[in-house]
Structure formats: structure tokens, C-alpha cells
């Protein structure tokens, strides 16, 4: 079978529309999922289980089940109640774009979350007691030492997670958004080049990627600058 | 995504009653059909695929004396799973067009289809002019194609995966209007409980639109389904299969 690539060039414009309607996606849904998961992190790491509780049920659950059923539960599930529909929220509800932007935010939060949590919890016994003896009220702690600390551990660990999420932004496409997936399913329902589109549609997933491993690594280089750079001595012989 | 959900839906296999004559394995004609299509396909409760489609397709294999698998895919997968041998042949209510044409074969028609469109009931439209209005249709059928073609720029065009994801958001009220099939929607009218609550505006058009079966281009399996078509023509098996499922012959 031959490939005939000229339908990427007459259907590229419509891509590059999809492509941002999935940057859209992405940023929003990251932005607001770092909001949300910083108070989770914090109330996460309490070892009182009545702070703990809610936010460990709360990722359990976005993190144990698919994305997929969650966006279908926002989307189609919300909207068979009556309630929801006469709702305040239904102007909200019923825009595909906005139960995405729900569904992404809650799941990425939840990761995110445990990503926030696991960096604060890395960060070395010395440096909190440090603080402590310093007079430090916990506040003030968290202010000016754990957070900044945690920031720096948890950059890796984060842009992963920006990619993921990336790449999960295709399920937008199932509740009829037009997102870069969505856009390259709809040229081929008219085209039936299947592989040619979906090839350029990965194509652009990957520049994007690209982009933010980029970012993310010139962040690391200031963020951890500190750290100097790796340097392994090898001990002369004698 | 897609091949992946085409890879996973070939896997899922299901198998039904063989034709009492047996035959080389070489020779199974594996037949696809959505199973989201009621009543032409669909999957009953036992996850078997039924419907008018299935049955002809089950009604041609025996008249053609074949070894049949009936697999279900889905609906944007069909025709790409075709080119690159995923099964031989889609029985899934698929209308017979130019650009489809230059992809598949088709086999003589063995139904005919038509649009219309569906909306609440006590909501008038100029249907000539659907201007800002939202309209839903599934993705990659024939009532998009019209959507695009006539609609694109002027009304919210919103297409789904399945039918019944477009029902779901007629019934939620995020669709003013719906364009589809007309008989599978007079099916949906009749047996889904919302008959009451939704009816078909205007009259249906492209009656024209005829519903093949769909093969590799040059394979001989269309001389056999056409001729297989003819003889169920003739003996009243088809007409038996129509009448199961609608009252009034939709050849």
C-alpha cells in the first residue's frame, strides 16, 4: 500500500488548530492542577488522619481508575441528571472543553499531589531540624526552605508528568473536542489516510515534548545550581 | 490510539454458529460490523454482535457455503482495518460513496438508506438554515459528511465515537438538533423511550444513499457476496430478515 503524504500538507493548517485547542488543554489543566495539588500534598503529609484522610482518598481514587471513565463520568454522567442540568453549573457543564479541563485537573492533581509530597518528604531530617533550631515557626519552614527545596527535587518527577498528560489530552477527543487527536480522527473520516495523518499528528506530539523536556531542563540548571556540576575525581595512582 | 483500539478490538474474536458445510480454515471470511448501530448491529446482552446485518451476513455465508467469523470494530476503524487485512469484508450498514470508492469495493446494495433529522419536540426549525445552531452527528458517517458539506462555519458541528453518544447529548440538551440515519433512529424512537420526548423534522433526504458491502478493491469475495445477495433475494430469506426488523421493506 502507498503512502500519499500531500494530504498532510493540504490538512496541515487544520492540525496546527488542533494542536493548539491540545496546548490549551495541557496548560490549563496543568496550571490549575499544581493549585489544586499543593493544599492536597500539604494535607497529605499530616499524620493527623482527619487532614490526611480526604486527600488520600481523594488520589486513591483519581489515580486507581481510568482517565478515560473519569472524562466520560464529567461529560455524559454529570449531564444525565435533571439536577445538574438546571443547575448553576450546567452553562459550565455542558461545554466539552470545560468537563476536559474538570477531568484532566482532578486526575493530574492527584499525581501531581504524590510527586509534591514525595519531594517534600525528600528533603534531608538536618535541614528541618536545622529550621526548627533556628526558631523557625512551621509556616516560615515551609516558606522559606521546604518549599524552594522541594521545587528544585521535584522538577524531574514533574515534567514527566506535564508529558503524560500531554499524551492523555487525545482522550479529549472522545467527548467530541477537536483537540490535535480529535482534529486528525475527523480529516481521516474524509480522507481515509489513516496512517499518513496519524503520523503527522505524532509528529507534532513529539515536537511538543520535545519542547518541554527543553524547558525543563534549562529550569533543573537554574533551579539546581547550587548543586554544581557532577564531577567525578579519580584518584591518582600511588 | 486508533491502532491500538484496533488492534485490541480484532483480538476480541467472537466466533457464532458455523455453516453446517465445512471448509478449509484458509477460506474463513472474517465479516466486521460496528455493534453500535441498533437495530442493524449490535451487541446483545450475551456480547454476541446481532442485528439486520449480522443476520444477512450470517444469511449470505450460507448461501455462499463459507467458514464466517463476525468481529466487531469500531466505526472510524473499519475501513482502515479492511485495507491491512484485519477481515475480509464490513457488513455495517456502510453507504456506498465516491471517496469510499476509491478505497474499498462495494458490492451491490442491500439496503437502502436516507438522513433526517431529529430535534425535541415543540422546537420548530428552518432546516435550510441552522445558523449558530449546535448539531451532533457521528464521526465519519454519511450525516457528518452532509454536516461539513453544507453546515461547516456556520452551525457548531459536534461529532462523536458512537450513535449513542450523540442520543446522550441530544437527551442532555448540549445538541439543539441531530442529523442520522433515519431508520435507525426510527428504531431508537420506537423502542428507547424517548419517543415521546423527540421526533424527526422535515422529511428525509438522500434516499438515494445506498448500503453495500464493503471488500479489498479487486477481491473476488464481491462477486460471491453479490451473487449470494441475489439468491436471498429470491427466496425470501431477506424479506424474512426485513420483516423481523421493520414493517415496511427498506430495500
Not at chain 2, 456556520?154 to 433515519?182: A, H, M, N, P, W
Amino acid at each position: 500500500m502507498e503512502l500519499d503524504f500531500s494530504v498532510v500538507i493540504e490538512y496541515f493548517p487544520r492540525l496546527l488548530t488542533g494542536t493548539w485547542m491540545t496546548i490549551k488543554l495541557v496548560l490549563l489543566s496543568i496550571v490549575l492542577g499544581a493549585l489544586v495539588a499543593l493544599p492536597i500534598a500539604l494535607a497529605r503529609i499530616s499524620k493527623n488522619w482527619l487532614i490526611s484522610g480526604v486527600p488520600f482518598a481523594f488520589i486513591f481514587f483519581f489515580r486507581g481508575t481510568p482517565l478515560l471513565v473519569q472524562i466520560f463520568l464529567v461529560y455524559y454522567g454529570a449531564s444525565q441528571f435533571e439536577a445538574v442540568r438546571e443547575s448553576f453549573m450546567w452553562p459550565i457543564l455542558r461545554e466539552p472543553f470545560w468537563c476536559a479541563i474538570i477531568a484532566f485537573t482532578l486526575n493530574t492533581s492527584a499525581y501531581t499531589a504524590e510527586i509534591f509530597r514525595g519531594a517534600i518528604q525528600a528533603i534531608p531530617e538536618g535541614e528541618v531540624e536545622a529550621c526548627k533550631v533556628i526558631g523557625m515557626t512551621k509556616a516560615q519552614m515551609y516558606r522559606r526552605i521546604l518549599l524552594p527545596r522541594a521545587f528544585g527535587i521535584v522538577l524531574p518527577a514533574y515534567g514527566n508528568e506535564i508529558i503524560l498528560m500531554l499524551k492523555a489530552s487525545a482522550l479529549a477527543s472522545t467527548i467530541t473536542l477537536l483537540d490535535l487527536t480529535g482534529m486528525a480522527r475527523t480529516i481521516i473520516a474524509r480522507t481515509y489516510t489513516p496512517i499518513e495523518i496519524f503520523l503527522a499528528a505524532g509528529g507534532i506530539y513529539l515536537v511538543i515534548s520535545i519542547l518541554v523536556i527543553y524547558i525543563f531542563r534549562q529550569v533543573e540548571k537554574r533551579q539546581n545550581r547550587y548543586l554544581g556540576t557532577l564531577s567525578i575525581k579519580v584518584p591518582d595512582k600511588g | 490510539m486508533n491502532m491500538k483500539k484496533l488492534a485490541l478490538t480484532s483480538a476480541v474474536v467472537l466466533t457464532a454458529a458455523v455453516s453446517s458445510v465445512s471448509v478449509n480454515a484458509a477460506d474463513t471470511v472474517r465479516i466486521a460490523t460496528e455493534g453500535a448501530w441498533a437495530p442493524f448491529n449490535y451487541i446483545d446482552d450475551s456480547g454476541k454482535p446481532q442485528g439486520f446485518d449480522v443476520d444477512i451476513a450470517w444469511a449470505l455465508c450460507e448461501k455462499m457455503e463459507a467458514d464466517c467469523k463476525v468481529v466487531t470494530q469500531d466505526w472510524d476503524g473499519l475501513i482502515p482495518g479492511l485495507k491491512v487485512r484485519k477481515f475480509d469484508a464490513i457488513i455495517a450498514s456502510m453507504s456506498i460513496t465516491e471517496e469510499r470508492l476509491r478505497q474499498v469495493d462495494f458490492t451491490n446494495k442491500y439496503y437502502s438508506g436516507g438522513l433526517r433529522f431529529l430535534a425535541p419536540k415543540g422546537k420548530e426549525f428552518n432546516l435550510e438554515e441552522l445558523d449558530g445552531k449546535v448539531i451532533g452527528a457521528q464521526r465519519a458517517t454519511l450525516a457528518a459528511q452532509y454536516l461539513e458539506d453544507n453546515f461547516m462555519g456556520k452551525s457548531d458541528l459536534k461529532f462523536y465515537d458512537t450513535q449513542d453518544s450523540v442520543y446522550l447529548d441530544l437527551i442532555s440538551g448540549r445538541l439543539d438538533i441531530v442529523l442520522s440515519d433515519e431508520l435507525p433512529t426510527y428504531d431508537w424512537l420506537k423502542t428507547s423511550g424517548n419517543g415521546d420526548k423527540f421526533e424527526f423534522k422535515g422529511k428525509s433526504f438522500k434516499k438515494e444513499d445506498e448500503i453495500g458491502i464493503a471488500v479489498r478493491k479487486g477481491d473476488d469475495l464481491k462477486e460471491k457476496f453479490n451473487k449470494a445477495l441475489d439468491e436471498i433475494m429470491e427466496d425470501g430469506t431477506y424479506q424474512k430478515i426485513n420483516a423481523k426488523y421493520f414493517p415496511f421493506s427498506i430495500y
